[in-house]
């Protein structure tokens, strides 16, 4: 394939999906209902007082509603198949040079 195909393309498919994240940002009523409820929150927040953003101590951090609704396991079990999954395409690339057929680039 060319290259000026290839940045074609990827250029139409940005394009497209550029104008389908417009349409969805404009036919949802824009940012104002994000921002009328970031603004309650930063509200509530400053008046109630708050910790640190990131607090070590208390290890990791995870969202309220997985770690209230009781999803730390299935949470888990998603990173763990996504750091497997990625420790896996690493081998596998390093052993086997890639997945198209053909001579291995020089290290």
């Given at each position: 394939?060319?290259?000026?195909?290839?940045?074609?393309?990827?250029?139409g498919l940005f394009a497209a999906f550029l104008a389908a994240g417009y349409?969805?940002?404009?036919?949802?009523?824009?940012?104002?209902?994000?921002?009328?409820?970031?603004?309650?929150?930063?509200?509530?927040?400053?008046?109630?007082?708050?910790?640190?953003?990131?607090?070590?101590?208390?290890?990791?951090?995870?969202?309220?509603?997985?770690?209230?609704?009781?999803?730390?396991?299935?949470?888990?079990?998603?990173?763990?198949?996504?750091?497997?999954?990625?420790?896996?395409?690493?081998?596998?690339?390093?052993?086997?040079?890639?997945?198209?057929?053909?001579?291995?680039?020089?290290?």
């Amino acid at each position: 394939m060319q290259r000026w195909k290839q940045y074609g393309g990827l250029l139409g498919l940005f394009a497209a999906f550029l104008a389908a994240g417009y349409w969805g940002f404009t036919a949802t009523g824009g940012a104002l209902p994000w921002a009328k409820r970031s603004a309650k929150a930063l509200q509530r927040g400053v008046q109630d007082g708050g910790g640190a953003l990131v607090d070590i101590g208390r290890g990791i951090v995870v969202a309220g509603p997985i770690r209230k609704g009781g999803m730390m396991l299935e949470f888990g079990a998603i990173v763990l198949v996504l750091v497997v999954l990625g420790i896996g395409l690493y081998v596998y690339v390093d052993r086997y040079g890639g997945f198209e057929d053909g001579e291995r680039p020089a290290r």
